[in-house]
Nanobody, 124 residues
Framework: QVKLEESGGGSVQAGGSLRISCAVFGSVFGSECIGWFRETPGKEREYVAVRYDGPGETWYADFVKGRSTISRDNAKKTLFLEISSLKHEDTAVYYC?????????????????WGQGTQVTVSS
């Protein structure tokens, strides 16, 4: 059984930084494609950053490129996302995703496992 648990969300002022974590339980870590998505009311879930250690690829959405880092601790089976220079527009529920079934890595529908999400609120 696979379970993803996000943590580390909260409230932060614009311009600050935040690191959120995703603990992975079950057999979906390794070199698999795993990433972060976010969702705001009225908008579709969108990808933020995806890491695919098999081929050694990392992708960032344009809105976080240059101010975000996706990383992982393989020993602890934990995925991290750090975003700096936070903006009010970064306010969202952030989800960890795993169990990629192949295809376009930025498509949320291609990930089988999701965490419960962690709220990030950026005040301007």
């Amino acid at each position: 059984q696979v379970k993803l648990e996000e943590s580390g969300g909260g409230s932060v002022q614009a311009g600050g930084s935040l690191r959120i974590s995703c603990a992975v339980f079950g057999s979906v870590f390794g070199s698999e494609c795993i990433g972060w998505f976010r969702e705001t009311p009225g908008k579709e879930r969108e990808y933020v950053a995806v890491r695919y250690d098999g081929p050694g690829e990392t992708w960032y959405a344009d809105f976080v490129k240059g101010r975000s880092t996706i990383s992982r601790d393989n020993a602890k089976k934990t995925l991290f996302l750090e975003i700096s220079s936070l903006k009010h527009e970064d306010t969202a529920v952030y989800y960890c995703a795993a169990g990629f079934s192949g295809g376009q890595w930025y498509e949320s529908g291609l990930y089988h496992y999701w965490g419960q999400g962690t709220q990030v609120t950026v005040s301007s």
